[in-house]
Nanobody, 128 residues
C-alpha cells in the first residue's frame, strides 16, 4: 500500500522557518517524482515544489523561490521542504504527493492533477 505521511507543520511567526518532511512507503521511492502542494482556505491547491526521480531536477512556484528548498533522501524514503522567511500568505495545509507517470524520468509536474497518491497534509500557520 502506498503511503505518504507529512510532518513538521506548526505555528510560526512571520520571518521564521519550518522544515516539513514526507515519509514514503509501499513503493520504490527513488523511481518517482515527488511534489509538495498547499491549499489555503477558499483557494485551490497549488504546486509549491517538485523533485524529479532522475537528474535531480527541482522546480518552485515563483512565490517561494529563494525561500523554500526541496530535498530528497532516497536512502530514507523521505522528501523535505525547508521553508525560510515565512510569510503570512504561506499559511496553508501542505501535502506531499507522488506521480507514478514519472517512472525513472527527469521531470516533475507542478500540476496537482498529475499526482496519484497523496499524504494527509500538515498545517502550516504563519502569524503576522
Amino acid at each position: 500500500e502506498v503511503q505518504l505521511v507529512e510532518s513538521g507543520g506548526g505555528l510560526v511567526q512571520a520571518g521564521g522557518s519550518l522544515r516539513l518532511s514526507c515519509a514514503a512507503s509501499g513503493f520504490t521511492f527513488d523511481d518517482y517524482a515527488i511534489g509538495w502542494f498547499r491549499q489555503a482556505p477558499g483557494k485551490e491547491r497549488e504546486g509549491v515544489s517538485c523533485f524529479s526521480s532522475r537528474s535531480g531536477l527541482t522546480y518552485y512556484t515563483d512565490s517561494v523561490k529563494g525561500r523554500f528548498t526541496i530535498s530528497r533522501d532516497n536512502a530514507k524514503n523521505t522528501v523535505s521542504l525547508q521553508m525560510n522567511s515565512l510569510k503570512f500568505e504561506d499559511t496553508a495545509v501542505y501535502y506531499c504527493a507522488t506521480d507514478f507517470a514519472t517512472f525513472r524520468a527527469s521531470r516533475c509536474s507542478m500540476y496537482s492533477g498529475a499526482y496519484d497518491y497523496w499524504g494527509q497534509g500538515t498545517q502550516v500557520t504563519v502569524s503576522s
